[in-house]
């Protein structure tokens, strides 16, 4: 019997989809479950919520260390801690491959690239919503994968 499903295909990627819509100076920002059982109750109008589709890599062993060792300094005392806000830093930019957030620039739509200095700039609601899903979604059986799939498919 092969264990060829116990190594990560680098290939694989999860796809991350995020509604959000801007009220004021707040942000709402809600994955596809949430979002489609708000639009069927009829408490949130699709047409007033903008899409973030995410491709982000699955993770393995090598870059949940990386991840993690980003993330850990070593204080006046000598002691090993743990930073939450750049383990999140981290996590994105070494696992977003691609997105299809785009900003206007001479009447035309370009694809605003992946580093940290635009991860930055996001509205942090956002960037909450986009790491919650992928957590989500990285321990999500076949069954519902294949459901959550067949209800929408990435443009990007």
Do not use: C
Request: hydrophobic share 35%.
């Amino acid at each position: 019997m092969s264990h060829d499903d116990a190594f990560v295909d680098v290939s694989e990627t999860v796809d991350v989809i995020v509604y959000y819509k801007k009220d004021g100076r707040n942000i709402l920002a809600i994955n596809q479950e949430q979002f489609d059982t708000n639009v069927e109750r009829g408490i949130l109008n699709p047409d007033d919520f903008k899409i973030i589709e995410v491709q982000m890599r699955e993770l393995n062993w090598g870059l949940y260390n990386e991840i993690n060792e980003m993330a850990v300094f070593t204080n006046e005392e000598g002691m090993r801690n743990f930073n939450l806000k750049t383990y999140k830093e981290a996590k994105l930019l070494k696992l977003i491959k691609s997105w299809n957030i785009s900003i206007e620039k001479n009447g035309q739509d370009r694809i605003v690239p992946v580093d940290a200095n635009n991860l930055g700039k996001l509205h942090q609601n956002i960037v909450e919503a986009i790491l919650s899903e992928y957590d989500r979604l990285s321990i999500i059986s076949e069954e519902e994968l294949k459901k959550l799939k067949s209800r929408h498919t990435p443009t990007t």
